[in-house]
Nanobody, 125 residues
Framework: QVQLVESGGGLVQAGGSLRLSCAASGRTFSTYGMGWFRQAPGKEREIVAQISRSGRTTYYPDSVKGRFTISRDTAKNTVYLQMNSLKPEDTAVYYC??????????????????WGQGTQVTVSS
């Protein structure tokens, strides 16, 4: 089992950048694929990035491709989401999640086994 704690959310102007962090507890962090999801009010939760256990494979949906970058630091048990060129439509609660699946992409919430509590990202126009 793994516990996940997100940080780094906040308010930013359109065009700005934020970096989210997700700290994982436990010694099994490297055995999990990791994902970032977001959920805006009235909308379904959607994936914005996934990284494989090794860190060599990543996935992004078209909506964020070229703007968001996921990375992981196994030594620090942390996964990051660098978000650049932010748009008002990126406003949402962002969640970190861990999956025991080795497959990339895994885009459905149900594919993930552990979740963080979420961090709010608000992009003003």
């Amino acid at each position: 089992q793994v516990q996940l704690v997100e940080s780094g959310g906040g308010l930013v102007q359109a065009g700005g950048s934020l970096r989210l962090s997700c700290a994982a507890s436990g010694r099994t962090f490297s055995t999990y694929g990791m994902g970032w999801f977001r959920q805006a009010p009235g909308k379904e939760r959607e994936i914005v990035a996934q990284i494989s256990r090794s860190g060599r494979t990543t996935y992004y949906p078209d909506s964020v491709k070229g703007r968001f970058t996921i990375s992981r630091d196994t030594a620090k048990n942390t996964v990051y989401l660098q978000m650049n060129s932010l748009k008002p439509e990126d406003t949402a609660v962002y969640y970190c999640a861990a999956t025991m699946s080795q497959t990339v992409p895994r885009t459905r919430s149900i594919d993930y086994d552990f979740w963080g509590q979420g961090t709010q990202v608000t992009v003003s126009s």
